[in-house]
């Protein structure tokens, strides 16, 4: 079937096209509306300030008469000078020097020949092991000077033997060591310089009484000449066993 309408006089065709032109056309006008501005209308009136230059105002100058200050009063000069003839002579003081000069404190030269000059002995002490001639212990003395040392080592253990005495105290308590015992056998052969070493009092009181018994030695000598000679000696105290 064949229309009878002609397809381009259709007004339906483009219906869409002219409602999207419409639209926009639409939102624009709504746009214009929207933003559109008023204000009131004042008078207003544009003037130009025209700003002149500054005027300087002048300060008139005031001269003041102001008189001049009156002169200082003149000073007088008045001589008052009197003159005194010298009738009397003043006699000077001499002041002396109290330090004393040189050729004032030697009195006297003392020469060298008339000052004593004294031989200062010094207490030199030579060990037993490396001295000339040993101490001599009473008795070894006719003994040849090679076998001395030895003769010396025995009459000292022969000596610590005989007044060897063990403490009571010592024993009592179960006290027993060895005590070292140093002294000196000066240059006239006494034995002093006594001091003891060992595990308790007692025992070192023992060993100081023991030595303090020995007799008076011929002293030891260096170079023939008597010196004091240092010896050592150990003595043990041992319990004996039951």
Request: a negative charge.
């Amino acid at each position: 079937m064949i229309p009878k309408k002609n397809p381009e006089l259709e007004v339906g065709r483009n219906s869409s096209l002219y409602f999207a032109i419409g639209l926009n056309v639409m939102l624009f006008f709504s746009w214009q509306a929207i933003e559109y501005k008023t204000y009131e209308k004042d008078d207003i009136k544009l003037d130009v300030v025209m700003m002149d230059s500054e005027l300087d105002e002048e300060i008139p100058l005031v001269t003041m008469n102001t008189p001049p200050p009156p002169p200082p009063p003149p000073v007088v000069m008045q001589e008052s000078v009197q003159i005194i003839e010298d009738t009397e002579d003043v006699e000077e003081t001499v002041f002396e020097s109290t330090e004393a000069s040189q050729d004032d404190l030697i009195a006297e030269v003392i020469s060298v020949e008339d000052v004593d000059v004294g031989e200062i002995e010094e207490d030199v002490e030579v060990p037993f092991a490396v001295i000339e001639d040993v101490p001599l212990f009473p008795g070894c003395e006719n003994v040849k000077k090679s076998e001395r040392r030895n003769c010396f080592q025995q009459k000292m253990n022969a000596h610590v033997v005989k007044n060897f005495n063990y403490p009571q105290t010592a024993l009592d308590m179960g006290i027993k060591g060895r005590v070292f015992v140093i002294f000196v056998i000066s240059p006239e052969g006494e034995i002093t310089k006594v001091r003891t070493r060992g595990p308790d009092k007692i025992l070192e009181d023992e060993a100081q009484r023991i030595i303090s018994k020995l007799p008076k030695m011929i002293p030891g000598k260096q170079r023939g000449k008597p010196v004091s000679v240092p010896f050592s000696l150990p003595i043990n105290f041992k319990m004996a066993e039951q």
